[in-house]
């Protein structure tokens, strides 16, 4: 069956881009997967209506925490009603990968792929990996073009099952290249960036054509819309 799953990456994100893009999937009755990095009002609140995994972040400078058990008992805290986690960056080794299982985690996505169509497969801890058709930042970063060219109508039209995962930021920003998102985080203090007021991100967004457009694209042509929840049902 050729279907897509949509993924959120919460990233930090402020409250009006988390906002904005549940909002835009939820209009269309998409119900995302999201791994999340922190509390979120909107988040928790539709809880019931979501699919919500973790997004630790393994590093040393991390504000989950200096260690991987540290890191591990913060994530775990956070509401969520998943058993699948996607490290952000997708900082991992096999430590971490074996606390998170040993956590509880089930599902791991953690093989972002550039347009190629991977069945999950089981890694040594028994953990599902369901591989990444699309992420929108490497997408940008590849350069690859904003319309439905040959080259991507082809690869969606490919038989399986395709994971594209959107970071709110990016789509209420409608990035236009990988170097715009960019000018924008360094601009722009951590915290600053975690309070970003509609306002701002209205000051922000580009105005041409961007990822959000793509991605809408993407959704638009694509004959199923499935979920990480029924992939589990599935293996």
Same mark, same amino acid.
């Given at each position: 069956?050729?279907?897509?799953?949509?993924?959120?990456?919460?990233?930090?994100?402020?409250?009006?881009?988390?906002?904005?893009?549940?909002?835009?999937?939820?209009?269309?009755?998409?119900?995302?997967?999201?791994?999340?990095?922190?509390?979120?009002?909107?988040?928790?609140?539709?809880?019931?209506?979501?699919?919500?995994?973790?997004?630790?972040?393994?590093?040393?400078?991390?504000?989950?925490?200096?260690?991987?058990?540290?890191?591990?008992?913060?994530? *775990?805290?956070?509401?969520?009603?998943?058993?699948?986690?996607?490290?952000?960056?997708?900082?991992?080794?096999?430590?971490?990968?074996?606390?998170?299982?040993?956590?509880?985690?089930?599902?791991?996505?953690?093989?972002?792929?550039?347009?190629?169509?991977?069945?999950?497969?089981?890694?040594?801890?028994?953990?599902?990996?369901?591989?990444?058709?699309?992420?929108?930042?490497?997408?940008?970063?590849?350069?690859?073009?904003?319309?439905?060219?040959?080259?991507?109508?082809?690869? *969606?039209?490919?038989?399986?099952?395709?994971?594209?995962?959107?970071?709110? *930021?990016?789509?209420?920003?409608?990035?236009?290249?990988?170097?715009?998102?960019? /000018?924008?985080?360094?601009?722009?203090?951590?915290?600053?960036?975690?309070? *970003?007021?509609?306002?701002?991100?209205?000051?922000?967004?580009?105005?041409?054509?961007?990822?959000?457009?793509?991605?809408?694209?993407?959704?638009?042509?694509?004959? /199923?819309?499935?979920?990480?929840?029924?992939?589990?049902?599935?293996?």
């Amino acid at each position: 069956m050729n279907s897509l799953i949509i993924t959120l990456d919460i990233d930090w994100a402020c409250e009006p881009a988390i906002e904005d893009t549940l909002d835009f999937l939820k209009n269309l009755k998409i119900t995302p997967t999201i791994f999340t990095t922190h509390r979120s009002p909107r988040i928790e609140a539709s809880l019931s209506e979501l699919e919500v995994g973790l997004h630790p972040y393994f590093d040393t400078s991390s504000s989950h925490g200096s260690t991987i058990p540290e890191i591990v008992s913060h994530v *775990m805290s956070l509401p969520h009603n998943l058993p699948a986690f996607r490290c952000h960056r997708y900082a991992q080794c096999n430590t971490s990968r074996q606390a998170m299982a040993e956590a509880g985690m089930l599902i791991s996505s953690n093989v972002c792929t550039d347009l190629e169509t991977v069945p999950c497969f089981k890694d040594r801890f028994g953990l599902l990996e369901v591989p990444i058709f699309l992420e929108d930042g490497g997408y940008l970063w590849r350069k690859h073009p904003l319309v439905m060219n040959s080259y991507l109508k082809e690869m *969606m039209k490919k038989e399986g099952m395709k994971v594209i995962t959107i970071h709110p *930021m990016h789509f209420a920003i409608n990035t236009p290249d990988f170097g715009y998102m960019y /000018k924008i985080k360094q601009s722009v203090s951590r915290e600053a960036w975690k309070n *970003m007021t509609k306002s701002t991100l209205n000051d922000f967004r580009w105005k041409g054509r961007g990822i959000r457009d793509l991605l809408v694209d993407l959704i638009q042509m694509s004959p /199923k819309i499935s979920s990480l929840r029924e992939l589990i049902a599935a293996n």
